[in-house]
């Protein structure tokens, strides 16, 4: 009973947060759909840019060399870079939120002066933010599928459902890392900027990586090389080494995070 | 019950055992001991920065003591932490809801929590701390905050109340319905921790108090002892003329006209009274110190 009222309480406080979110991806959506049929028809002057492109400017920005069909065209120009950083920056808000911030307005209090564990409270929160995430990536991709039956465009079902599993991974990393800071920490923008710190030096590594052929193995250090969407996308799977990637960062950064908040001491 | 295996009435309530506590090079609390017996409400004095919020944080579990610890019902305060609460009602020194919630929102998420209906408790003190259900956090004043922060501690029927400066932002109408609450309280068998600035609150509610100054603790004591220890007042008038009174034990702060004399007694009134029986005394006056009066003794 009291993990469902705290799991209800977060999803309620927390809503304007998811919805926002939302509405921002599904309006960035719905601007390359209403643009694609005249990208479609100029895809032949596309492949000619992007084929004087550097091989490794291309691979860092995500960006294939050709426009073969709805999902090819949004991997490139939307699910690569754009959602992915809104995805980053709802997880990295709403991890802050939920802790750090509830210690630095003293919210906290109220809850820890009632007979809940702290370790429930954290696990509460942190299946409040996979359902979050899961709205998300629902109105923000999913949601492609049926928009582009609604619009006679061809589209690949499972490619979808395959990426939008894939940012659930990449995600859920991301706001394992901010949990973890949020559980140390006693200021929600002490949390931001150390997520979005490490977060950026992991892009600033995966695209020195991609230019720079001495620094190739430093990809391996950043979360942006286990998620490629046009890949996904046109195998219809997600390679196994992100999945392990993904799941082993999200689950060390999250227990670090309950074990931190479960010991630390809040002044409240 | 798991908590009334392990209690049982001839144990102290609560105990503070050696609590230290430091923040980095800071010591906030040193070596600071007291017991709280069942059925009584308990003055927790000090002034600013003496350590009150940091020792009730520590008993909350909120903090780890850098020394010593805390029990209550027997258990220890951070080992026991979620089933003691089940057994506690706070109120924060600066109480902090939800803002974006309702009054009655914050019983209900009290009540889902808690499993208990505490709902008619809650609401028969909403209507005399005359506080509107529906109305959200921000939309409330300090002292409406405060009241709704009482509500939710006296709502749940603990068997220990916290209470950290909890009339402050109250009017003295609201001041005088919160005492009633307690005294009821008390006579319904609960106990209270209760910290305050407020020296007639203190003295009106409290059977024993302790002080604390710079995290030390200073006196541990009753109300009556305190008051006893720090003297009584007396002003006399003798009818032929003041005595020599230089040579009583225990008193201070003699001063003399040719019919009245002034002064304080440490210790027993008796053998001041036996000497003074053996004058023609007009008229006596004592008082006892105030608690303000030994505050200020205490503090500078």
Same mark, same amino acid.
């Given at each position: ?108 209090? @109220? ?39 609604? @619009? ?30 949020? $559980?140390?920490?006693?200021? $929600?923008?002490?949390?931001? $900027? ?29 979360? @942006? ?8 996308? $046109? ?34 | 019950? +798991? ?26 609390? *040193? ?48 080992? *026991? ?24 929102? *914050? ?60 009339? +402050?932002?109250? &009017? ?15 006579? &319904? ?14 003295? &009106? ?47 201070? &702060? ?11 007694? +440490? ?34």
């Amino acid at each position: 009973m009291i993990f469902t009222t705290l799991l209800a309480q977060v999803l309620r406080t927390k809503r304007a947060l998811w919805i926002t979110y939302s509405a921002i991806g599904l309006g960035f959506l719905l601007l390359y759909l209403a643009v694609y049929p005249s990208i479609q028809s100029q895809s032949a002057n596309y492949d000619k840019i992007y084929a004087s492109l550097p091989k490794g400017l291309m691979s860092a920005l995500n960006i294939t060399n050709s426009t073969p069909d709805l999902m090819g065209y949004l991997s490139s120009k939307h699910f690569g870079f754009i959602w992915l950083l809104i995805m980053a920056l709802l997880v990295i808000a709403y991890s802050a939120f939920v802790i750090a911030k509830e210690i630095e307005n003293k919210t906290m209090g @109220f809850l820890l002066s009632q007979p809940i564990s702290r370790l429930k409270l954290y696990v509460a929160r942190y299946i409040g933010g996979i359902i979050g995430l899961g709205i998300f990536i629902g109105f923000s991709e999913v949601i492609v599928w049926p928009l582009a039956k609604l @619009f006679n465009y061809a589209i690949d079902g499972p490619g979808v459902l395959w990426l939008g599993l894939a940012g659930l991974l990449f995600g859920l990393s991301i706001m394992s890392l901010g949990f973890m800071f949020s $559980a140390m920490s006693s200021s $929600a923008g002490r949390v931001s $900027a150390l997520t979005g710190a490490v977060l950026l030096i992991m892009y600033a590594a995966f695209i020195a990586s991609s230019l720079v052929s001495s620094l190739d193995g430093l990809k391996y250090l950043s979360l @942006f090389h286990y998620i490629t969407p046009g890949d996904i996308v $046109a195998n219809s799977s997600i390679p196994l080494a992100s999945v392990l990637v993904f799941g082993i960062f999200s689950l060390v950064t999250a227990i670090v995070g309950a074990v931190s908040f479960k010991r630390r001491q809040i002044q409240v | 019950m +798991r908590i009334g295996l392990e209690y049982n009435s001839l144990m102290n309530l609560l105990e503070v055992n050696g609590l230290s506590k430091k923040f980095g090079s800071v010591e906030a609390l *040193h070596n600071v001991s007291f017991t709280i017996e069942a059925g009584h409400i308990f003055g927790f004095l000090g002034p600013n920065g003496a350590g009150k919020s940091t020792t009730i944080r520590t008993i909350m579990g909120f903090l780890h003591p850098s020394a010593g610890n805390v029990t209550i019902f027997g258990l220890d305060s951070i080992a *026991h932490s979620v089933e003691l609460k089940e057994k506690i009602g706070y109120v924060p020194a600066e109480p902090v809801l939800y803002q974006d919630w309702t009054v009655d929102e *914050h019983i209900g998420f009290l009540a889902n929590v808690r499993g208990g209906d505490i709902h008619a408790k809650a609401n028969e003190l909403k209507k005399l701390l005359e506080l509107d259900g529906g109305k959200k956090v921000k939309q409330l004043s300090t002292g409406n905050q405060q009241k709704l922060a009482i509500v939710l501690a006296l709502a749940i029927a603990p068997e220990l109340l916290i209470l950290d400066e909890p009339t +402050r932002g109250l &009017d003295p109408l609201l001041r005088s319905t919160f005492h009633k609450l307690l005294r009821q309280y008390k006579l &319904d068998g609960g106990t209270v921790l209760l910290s305050s600035h407020d020296l007639s609150e203190v003295e &009106d509610l409290c059977d024993k108090i302790v002080i604390i100054h710079n995290g030390k603790l200073i006196q541990d004591t009753t109300v009556t002892r305190l008051r006893s220890n720090h003297g009584h007042k007396i002003k006399a008038h003798f009818v032929d003329g003041t005595p020599d009174l230089t040579k009583l034990k225990d008193i201070d &702060d003699l001063v003399t006209t040719p019919h009245t004399a002034v002064f304080t007694v +440490r210790g027993s009134l008796q053998p001041v009274l036996e000497i003074l029986a053996k004058h023609n005394v007009e008229d006596l006056e004592i008082t006892s110190a105030s608690l303000e009066d030994i505050f200020e003794e205490i503090y500078t």
